[in-house]
């Protein structure tokens, strides 16, 4: 396989893993399913077939706190060195407002711009685009008919890789999220990778700003490597930035998240 159609299937591996966040029923043995598939199959729609949820979407609960009632991922591990944090506070957009509705951003070559997500990004040296737009488009529209209707609505934006440092971005938002906040989003995510791979999350969440603005981040080392979801709440969407890197490569981050600027 070429590199290219590897960071095509770690995008499906992640978006797959966040596409059953808000299916309260979605069976272990589906999900686990699901992203072991994502690891070996070649046909984009085998893996949305495998990602579909068979029931409607639960409620969200709570967001789960440690006993000193500070907010955690599912748990309460120790904390772990990140590339950038930023203040509890900072959660104000830079630049012009953002829309209120979502719109899909603008995808070339060589940049890509969303007035809603608040980014412009250039591609920087060493990277290049995984996906044309319309790949992009091809893949919403896969993604659009396999959701169940008003549950699910998972919006695929762009992802960025470099092949020789094996580093990827991939942008998306996650719609019709309801009352679930960024915590109860990511403790989800982190369930949905511990029931399907060997994964070790850090259940500490911390803040990472991008493009000058505030994301809740938590980070998982699994065998192939780490990821990072940093997540921000706008409405009922979920903003997702998801960052795959090898592991030990956490100073090479900033080279391409420097990249996305405010809108």
Known sequence: MDKNGFYKKILLI????????SVSSCKQEEKKSALREASNSEEQSELLEQAK?????????PSPT?????????????????WVEGESNANEASGESAPAEYAPGTLTDTTYESAYIGVRFTVP???????????????????????NEGQRSMK????????????????SVDG????YDEITYLSNVAANY???????????????????????????KTGQGDILYCVR???????????????????????????????
């Not at 949820?53 to 609960?61: L, T, Y």
């Not at 040296?125 to 959701?147: C, F, K, R, W």
């Not at 019709?176 to 009352?179: A, I, Q, T």
């Not at 969407?237 to 981050?253: E, L, N």
């Open 53 to 61: 949820a068979q029931s409607e979407a639960g409620g969200a609960s």
């Open 156 to 171: 695929y934006e762009m992802s960025v890789a470099n092949t020789d440092e094996n580093m990827q971005v991939i942008v």
């Open 66 to 82: 440690d006993e000193s009632g500070n907010a955690v991922i599912g748990g309460a591990d120790g904390p772990t060195d990140v």
């Open 125 to 147: 040296d060493g990277y290049s685009m995984v996906y044309t737009p319309d790949d992009i488009a091809h893949l919403n529209e896969q993604l659009a008919n396999d959701a």
């Open 14 to 21: 992640a978006l797959t893993a966040a596409m059953c966040v």
């Open 194 to 220: 511990e029931n399907a791979v060997n994964a070790e999350i850090n259940r500490t969440p911390f803040y990472a700003t991008i493009a000058g603005v505030q994301y809740t981040a938590m980070q998982i």
């Open 233 to 263: 709440k706008n409405g009922s969407d979920m903003i997702t930035f998801i960052i795959s890197y090898p592991d030990g490569a956490d100073d090479k981050i900033g080279n391409v998240m420097n990249s996305f600027q405010p809108y």
């Open 176 to 179: 019709d999220k309801g009352d």
